[in-house]
């Protein structure tokens, strides 16, 4: 019996689906009927060949035939290989005349969820039909845009084949590349075919691709790798396995504009609002979604464009990108090491007086202008470009290591202070958790963009999450968990949750409490649907391991899984709302706010209360990860005093920067609400002595508090929960301006 499925696609604009969801064991029995429309009427399938393209969690491919059945109506019977790798699968329809692909729809998803497999468990691979000789673009294709020239062919070569820069002519292959080995891959595009190297029988011609069709990938992931090289010889030398002249493709970008923004003193007006100033004048921004791409004046702009890259530092303090988004070589995974977003180091002027604050941001060193300390490496060099981790920390599943990588939780077993010195350490002495210079930059991005105090006025991240729900239907041998409509309301698809039992304690929603996590700890929530009574909906869920749901089974929400946001069709936004305060967000393409704090690694605070009527909150930074310490040491310098909130939260109204610590934020008054000033909550303590650790942005059941300058110091170095997280840091290692 077939299970059937409706979806709706446009070849001219973004339209939303449903999420279905299937078992990986429905074998064969799974059909999508589609409407195409464009823009919005139902198009005219006459002489045309449907066919769609799926890509599935893993990363492998399935591009089958459909037949048309009625106006703007076609039908795919999805084979095993669609759905027999549990996740979220995405998929578009692509309209052919004969070999010539004519339209392509937007895409939609839908879940698998795992079956109880037998012994004749099918192995996930790529699946073609008739459309093997046929380069296939769109959205899909835009994360692996060089591999998809050649898809087909690594799937037949069982991971022999190596992808090489493309060249123009068979003689720049030979002169590229005199000296191939089995398995080397080029494309030829004068003569748009693709030759593989093979030890016995040299260049053998694989495949005469479509190159109209590589001409529109390219041009849907910014044409990335044909702009490095064009505007500065930007090339990837493979004999060191690393990007050459980025920072001449950064230089190209500058313009020699000013950005100015500028706010009110909180006491001259509460407004959370500023102004654009110069060149800032008239541009807009707004975040973006999964399916709403938002006008962002910005993205192009050199100096705030944003490239997502694997990269690493060397023990000089030096850079190295060794992939880019979109040039093949480039993955999120971990396989190809860290990622992180690549950006133009720029230059900043502050000014203030009793009214006003603000800044000037600029591509050019003018007068009075000083390049970010981020771009200072401490002996004064400056760096070609900057570097900032994309995602939270979290183990890498190939060595363990804390790492910037997509689809793995962030990292929470003791990641105080103290203990992440030694953790990111083990990556090497060049590394370190989140810096004042990681916060600065996304802050001012901030500023700038959307000329606004409150991050939340913008997007509000994973603020609201702090939900917890029993089980209302029980089940054995589940993958999935029934909870009310209602509850069910307070679950979001995609989110990261634990399944727990508190048989024979008491219930509690303290996350650090095994008990919440004693089934399935930390897992994501694939997708939701509703139960046939009407009242419940099920919760499918990622697991290994089928489980028993009884009355005191549990599903509670934890912070984000890394990653929730890459298919944010811009380079800020969350997956589907920025404003519900359940989602984490990006901005300027680095993923924050998931759900819990992140430890600024350079800083110390100490409550120093030697004199009782003269009680100080200090803050010390450093500025050289490899001496980072467990107490204040003279490596620290003091940068100034913060407020004091007396042990309770407050709204804070003002901070403050030194000319010696730019990168340093000071929050230094409070006062205000949730709509006014920052609109982000500050702690700290009543008079007390002893160290703190400073934690960022914020925790799920923080409401309206958190956000980008949310700011806690009530715990000690050594202070760790489940909602205290961690960033690996490039900028653990920068100048020093205080020893002059």
Request: proline residues 3%.
């Amino acid at each position: 019996m077939l299970k059937e499925f409706k979806v709706i696609v446009d070849i001219e604009k973004i339209v939303r689906n449903p999420v279905y969801t299937v078992n990986s064991n429905d074998l064969d029995t799974f059909k999508l009927i589609v409407t195409v429309n464009k823009s919005g009427i139902p198009a005219d399938l006459t002489n045309v060949t449907p066919r769609i393209a799926i890509k599935k969690p893993d990363g492998n491919t399935v591009f089958l035939d459909g037949i048309v059945t009625g106006l703007g109506v076609c039908e795919f019977l999805l084979t095993t290989q669609a759905y027999v790798v549990s996740g979220s699968h995405k998929a578009e329809i692509m309209l052919y005349d004969g070999t010539t692909k004519v339209a392509v729809s937007n895409d939609f998803s839908y879940a698998v969820v795992k079956g109880i497999m037998n012994d004749n468990t099918v192995v996930s691979a790529n699946e073609w039909q008739s459309i093997e000789k046929v380069l296939v673009d769109g959205p899909i294709a835009v994360d692996n845009a060089i591999d998809a020239a050649a898809n087909a062919q690594q799937v037949a070569s069982e991971n022999k084949t190596k992808y090489l820069p493309a060249v123009a002519t068979v003689a720049d292959r030979d002169t590229t590349y005199p000296a191939p080995i089995h398995g080397d891959t080029v494309r030829v595009t004068d003569e748009s075919k693709t030759y593989r190297y093979d030890s016995v029988s040299g260049w053998v011609l694989t495949d005469q691709y479509n190159p109209t069709a590589i001409d529109e990938v390219n041009a849907k992931i910014d044409t990335i790798s044909e702009q490095l090289v064009q505007s500065a010889n930007v090339y990837f030398d493979d004999k060191i396995g690393e990007y050459v002249n980025l920072g001449k493709f950064w230089d190209n970008q500058r313009t020699g504009k000013k950005y100015t923004v500028e706010f009110n003193q909180y006491g001259a007006s509460p407004s959370s609002d500023g102004i654009k100033k110069d060149d800032n004048v008239g541009l807009f921004c707004e975040p973006s979604t999964n399916t709403y791409k938002g006008r962002n004046d910005y993205e192009n702009i050199g100096l705030f464009r944003s490239i997502d890259v694997n990269a690493y530092v060397d023990a000089n303090d030096d850079y190295h990108v060794t992939a880019i988004k979109g040039d093949g070589r480039f993955k999120a995974d971990g396989t190809n090491g860290d990622v992180y977003v690549m950006a133009m180091p720029g230059y900043i002027k502050r000014y203030l007086d009793s009214v006003v604050w603000g800044f000037t941001y600029s591509d050019v060193q003018y007068a009075g202008f000083e390049i970010l300390d981020e771009a200072v490496k401490p002996d004064g060099t400056i760096r070609p470009y900057l570097l900032h981790a994309k995602y939270a920390a979290g183990k890498n599943p190939l060595d363990g290591l804390l790492a910037s990588i997509s689809g793995v939780y962030p990292e929470y077993d003791t990641m105080d202070h103290n203990s992440q010195i030694t953790k990111f350490h083990d990556k090497g002495l060049q590394y370190s958790g989140k810096t004042t210079h990681d916060d600065y930059y996304v802050q001012m991005m901030l500023w700038l963009k959307y000329a606004t105090m409150n991050s939340e006025n913008a997007m509000k991240g994973a603020v609201s999450y702090y939900n917890q729900y029993v089980a209302s239907v029980f089940e054995t041998n589940a993958t999935r968990i029934i909870i009310s409509n209602s509850n069910a309301t307070g679950i979001e698809v995609g989110s990261c949750v634990s399944i727990g039992d508190f048989n024979g304690s008491t219930q509690t929603n303290d996350r650090q409490n095994a008990i919440n996590y004693n089934i399935a700890n930390r897992v994501m929530v694939l997708s939701k649907e509703p139960l046939a009574d009407e009242i419940n909906t099920v919760i499918n869920l990622d697991v290994a391991t089928a489980f028993t749901t009884t009355a005191t089974t549990t599903i509670t929400t934890y912070p984000w899984i890394s990653g929730a946001c890459d298919n944010v069709l811009g380079q800020d936004g969350s997956p589907t709302s920025n404003s519900s305060g359940r989602e984490p967000f990006i901005l300027n393409g680095i993923e924050m706010m998931v759900g819990g704090y992140e430890v600024l690694a350079n800083i110390i605070i100490n409550n120093n209360n030697t004199d009782t009527n003269n009680y100080k909150i200090e803050v010390y930074a450093n500025y050289n990860c490899k001496t980072f310490a467990t107490t204040i040491t003279t490596d620290y310098d003091f940068v100034g005093l913060i407020a004091q909130t007396n042990n309770s939260w407050s709204y804070l109204t003002k901070t403050e920067t030194k000319d010696l610590h730019p990168s340093l934020i000071l929050p230094i008054a409070t006062g205000g609400t949730s709509s006014t000033g920052y609109g982000d909550g500050i702690y700290t303590n009543s008079p007390t002595s002893g160290t703190r650790e400073w934690l960022s942005l914020g925790y799920p059941g923080g409401g309206s508090g958190g956000g980008l300058r949310c700011f806690v110091a009530s715990g000690g170095l050594a202070s760790s929960s489940w909602g205290i997280l961690g960033r690996l840091s490039a900028t653990g290692r920068s100048r020093r301006r205080a020893l002059g």
